[in-house]
Every structure is written in C-alpha cells, then in structure tokens.
C-alpha cells in the first residue's frame, strides 16, 4: 500500500466512526492524488518502454481526463472544449446528485491511461488500491456510484476524440533511410529504425499544425574542415573530450533516453530511465508540492504541462524528419576520428531540432506561466535512479541546461540546441496563451 493510500485509509478510518464521511475533507485528503498517479502511470510507461513522443501523449489525455473530472469542483473553472483541438463538450455532471470529483478525476485518468499502455493491469491495481479505503469506510455509497460513474463518462468521452487523433494510421511506419550524404543514419549499439517518423501526422492539442513553428534550416552538410557544418561537429567532438564532472553530472541529470540498451555477452537489456516528458511532469509536481496547491491547481498544471511537452514532440518531430539530418556520432566517426564515441548512447531519430531543447522549454514556459519566472525548486526527479538532486532558480534555468546537456553528451550540433529552444518557447507560450482555465481570468499560482 502507497503513502498516499494508507494516509487516506487512516483518515477515512477515523471519519467512518461518523455516520457518514464529511464531503469536504475529501480535498485535504486528495491534494496530491494526481502526483501518484502520474508515478504509477511513469512505472508503466517505463516497464512498457515507450518512446518520448508516445509517452507525451500518454500523460497529455490522462491528465487531460482528470482534469475535465475534477474541475466540477469550483464553477469558476472551464471545460477545455472547444479549446482543444477537436475536442467537443465533455458530460456534464446530474445536478440533482452528489459526487466526489477528485474520485472521478483518479477514475477518469487511470481508464484512460490504461487504453494507452500495455501493462494496464498495473494501473487498474493502483485504482482498486485507492478505492478500497472509500469503499470500506464512511463515504455514502450512491456518492461513491455516482462518483465512479462520472469518472467512466469523462473517460469514455476523452478516448472517443483521442481515438481521431492519427494515432492508429501512423503505427507500422517506417522510415525510408537515405543514401544521400548528411541524411540521418541508424547509430550503435542497435542501429535501429528511427522512431515515430510520422509522428507530424498526429493531430496536435493546440498548435494549428505540426508545422506552425518551423526551425531555421540547419547548416549545410560540409566535410571540409572550416565550413560551417564542420566546425559545429568539432565543437561535439571537443565537448566531449573535454568534459568535467559537472558537465558529465548534466549530461547524465538531462539523459532521460528511455530506450538505453547495454550488450553483455549474448545478453541484450534495457535500463529503465524516465523520458524527458516523464522528467517534465515529475518537475510539475514537484513545484504543485512545494507550492501546496489545491487537488484542481495541481491538476492544471499537470494539465498545462502535459499539454505543452505533447505539442512539442509534433513540432520538433516534423522538423527531424524533414531535415533528417546526420547525427555527430555518424558524422565524428566518417570525417574526425574513427574511434570517437559520445558520453550519452545517441537516441534513434534525426539529429535537427533537439528534442529536449524543444520540449524542455515548452515546458519551461507553461510552468513559469504558472508559477512566475523565478520560482527557485529543487529537482529530485532523478534521485530513485542514482543521481543527485539539482538546484534551479527557474524552469527556464532547467530547460537552458537540460539543451546544453545534449553537447556535453554528444549527441546534438549546438544549432540543433539554439534553434531547438526558440521553437520549443514559441509552443509553449502558445500554449499558455490559448488555454483558459478560468474565464476572463489568468491562473497563477505565484
């Protein structure tokens, strides 16, 4: 049984020696159900080792779905119909019947969460977990029916509109690798395909289109040494020679490479680590957390967050596949030196944007957003995983030294890095600009 679960078990306890569990501790009780949910919902999408762009869209219509669900909760809040691209009013709660929306929210994200993931027993495990307590003590049964079966109905009505998403028509696809030179080829140790190579076709949340931010053409592809493309590949190179335990502690922080595979023998195995969106909304909990925001504030900015980081990977992943530009690693090894190889395994897709130079400052801007532009935070994302905690004074902070850490780590051109921030800004603060939470109204928790 989790923290979170037995704190609930023992409150309700308490409350069920009342005839009935008081509504209005429910929020007390529920502050940071959204935070359990997304580490449950994070374990899943590790063990099932989806890649960064699937996973964006997992967490983005979960979170989404809890939200839609626990907004009930204070009429001043809007549905995000109608701001969503494609999604249309979600049901609408019976007023001549009572519920508790933060049970619904957790339904709402775990049904849908579970559709998106293989190992959906997890999930479902966690949910019969949280529900135990309510179930056993204290809280009026047609409150607890009525509460689950809301949650059901906003489920099903995110799942209908994500199921139009493209989603489905791009699975199977793969990409053509070309033999012209300065085009991406597949990198060690797996050589494997690129991934999601039309992820462009998935219908974005908010931007317009996947093309809406293009990224200036990166350098023309040159082997003479002095050009332009050259020298940006020596500054790879020597980056890596170069590292100190600083930048090889940064390189190591901002990895988040979910499809890390290590070779020993005839034994081929992955290492478990936490996608850069899965690093993003692990931040977004942690600011909720020491921000103590209420059970719906944390879940605007799961939602905001989730939203941006899922628009980023369109944009960036249009960009990578147009450009389809080599990667360092190819590049040092055919024209530097042979047995040059980078501090971080080179994920398996096109080099130009970066994506966690895009999405991490997405992110970046959804949050500040939210939480103002100097919200100093101490990012233990990484801790369950052997690393240390870092220390940031903003979330642009983060994202400036979550882009750099792709020099340091080898795997990226520095116009990669430049150009991949300016595009990830623009999506997030389109992304904070034309999502309403509240009517004629900003949120800020700052």
């Known amino acids: 049984m989790s923290k979170t679960v037995f704190f609930l ?13 008081p ?6 009780l529920c502050q940071y159900q959204l935070t359990e949910a997304n580490v449950e919902l994070t374990e899943v999408i590790m063990k099932d080792l989806f890649t960064p762009p699937v996973s964006s869209r997992i967490y983005a219509y979960s979170n989404i779905a809890a939200y839609e669900a626990l907004r009930h909760t204070d009429s001043s809040f809007l549905s995000l119909a109608h701001q969503l691209n494609g999604l ?47 179930k056993k003590q204290g809280l009026n049964r047609k409150v607890l029916e009525n509460s689950l079966d809301f949650g059901e109905e906003i489920a099903s009505h995110i799942l209908a509109w994500m199921d139009n998403d493209g989603y489905k028509e791009t699975r199977g696809k793969r990409h053509s690798v070309s033999h012209q030179p300065g085009k991406w080829k597949p990198t060690p140790p ?27 053409s990166p350098p023309v592809f040159d082997t003479i040494p002095g050009s332009e493309f050259y020298e ?22 901002w990895d988040c490479n979910p499809n890390i595979t290590f070779v020993r023998g ?61 990667r360092p690693e190819t590049f040092i090894e055919r024209y530097i030196d042979p047995d040059w190889t980078p501090f971080l395994q080179t994920p398996a ?21 939210l939480f103002g532009d100097e919200f100093a935070y101490t990012d233990t994302s990484e801790v369950s995983f052997g690393l240390p905690a870092r220390d940031f004074l903003s979330f642009r902070e983060a994202s400036q030294e979550a882009a750099i850490s792709r020099l340091y780590g080898g795997i990226h051109y520095k116009a990669a890095i430049t150009n991949g921030i300016a595009q990830g800004v623009h999506v997030g603060q389109l992304v904070a600009e034309r999502i309403k939470f509240k009517k004629n109204e900003t949120v800020a928790f700052n």
């Open 266 to 326: 005839h034994v081929k195995y992955f290492k478990q680590q936490l996608s850069p969106g899965g690093h993003w909304v692990s931040i977004a909990c942690i600011a909720s957390a020491q921000q103590n925001l209420s059970n719906l504030e944390h879940a605007v900015a799961l939602t905001m967050t989730s939203i941006a980081l899922a628009d980023a990977f369109i944009s960036c992943w249009d960009t990578k596949y147009k450009t389809d530009l080599i």
């Open 23 to 28: 509504l209005e501790n429910l929020e007390r």
């Open 349 to 369: 897709f096109p080099e130009y944007t970066s994506g966690h130079s895009v999405i991490s400052n997405a992110a970046a801007e959804a949050l500040s957003h």
């Open 190 to 216: 797996d050589f494997m395909d690129g991934i999601e190579p039309f992820w462009s076709q998935i219908r974005p949340f908010v931007l317009d289109s996947a093309s809406q931010f293009p990224a200036p």
């Open 232 to 253: 940006q590949s020596m500054e790879v190179y020597l980056a890596g020679k170069e590292l100190d335990e600083e930048k090889e502690a940064i390189a190591r922080f």
């Open 88 to 134: 249309g009013s979600p049901p609408k709660p019976n007023p001549e019947l009572e519920y508790a929306y933060p049970i619904a929210s957790q339904v709402a994200f775990i049904r849908v969460a579970s559709k998106m993931v293989y190992t959906n027993e997890l999930l479902e495990e966690y949910l019969e977990r949280y529900l135990d307590p309510f």
């Open 9 to 21: 078990f023992i409150l309700i306890s308490i409350a069920g020696c009342k005839k009935e569990f």
